[in-house]
């Protein structure tokens, strides 16, 4: 079995938790460049099995991010297992590739993916869109644990 970076249950409430399911260790160096500890964690998983463990887990996270790249659609199966859980249903998750298809974005709305997001230009995009539903998942956690929170409204 893949080995995946185990999560740490000691986590102060500023930081982000993101899970990252792929093989892609470009980006996921990007990511851990640019959402470094202490403020993020990033649990990554090369896995479908695994994932799921993951997501069906009680550990809070903020951001999924799924690689299109994976075997047998595990990326679309994946987004929909997580809209499938109770305490997943809100959360933002992107699936990230490198075909720039328009059918593969809708496919990924429709599975239950926030965004589709092309792999490309040293993942800069990737990155745009990781910080902008961060920002939004952040705030609405805070809120929610506040007892002010609402639906998140998240666009593309």
């Given at each position: 079995m893949p080995?995946?970076?185990e999560?740490?249950?000691r986590?102060?409430?500023?930081?982000?938790?993101l899970?990252?399911?792929?093989?892609?260790l470009?980006?996921l160096?990007s990511l851990r460049?640019?959402?470094g500890?202490?403020k993020?964690?990033?649990?990554?998983?090369?896995?479908r099995?695994s994932a799921e463990?993951?997501?069906?887990s009680q550990?809070?996270y903020?951001l999924?991010?799924?690689d299109?790249?994976?075997?047998?659609r595990?990326?679309?199966h994946?987004a929909?297992?997580l809209?499938?859980?109770?305490h997943?249903q809100?959360?933002?998750a992107?699936v990230?590739?490198?075909e720039v298809?328009?059918?593969?974005?809708?496919?990924?709305?429709a599975?239950?993916?926030?965004?589709y997001?092309?792999?490309?230009?040293?993942?800069?995009?990737?990155?745009r869109v990781?910080?902008?539903?961060?920002?939004?998942?952040?705030s609405k956690?805070a809120?929610s644990?506040?007892?002010t929170?609402?639906?998140?409204d998240?666009?593309s």
């Amino acid at each position: 079995m893949p080995h995946c970076s185990e999560p740490s249950h000691r986590f102060s409430e500023a930081e982000c938790r993101l899970l990252y399911v792929g093989s892609d260790l470009g980006l996921l160096k990007s990511l851990r460049r640019t959402f470094g500890e202490p403020k993020y964690h990033i649990v990554s998983c090369p896995d479908r099995l695994s994932a799921e463990m993951f997501i069906k887990s009680q550990i809070q996270y903020h951001l999924f991010i799924f690689d299109h790249e994976m075997r047998d659609r595990a990326a679309f199966h994946l987004a929909g297992l997580l809209r499938s859980l109770d305490h997943r249903q809100n959360l933002p998750a992107i699936v990230v590739g490198a075909e720039v298809e328009s059918a593969v974005r809708e496919f990924t709305r429709a599975s239950g993916g926030n965004d589709y997001v092309v792999k490309a230009d040293h993942f800069s995009a990737v990155l745009r869109v990781v910080k902008r539903l961060l920002k939004d998942s952040v705030s609405k956690s805070a809120r929610s644990e506040s007892g002010t929170a609402s639906r998140p409204d998240i666009g593309s």
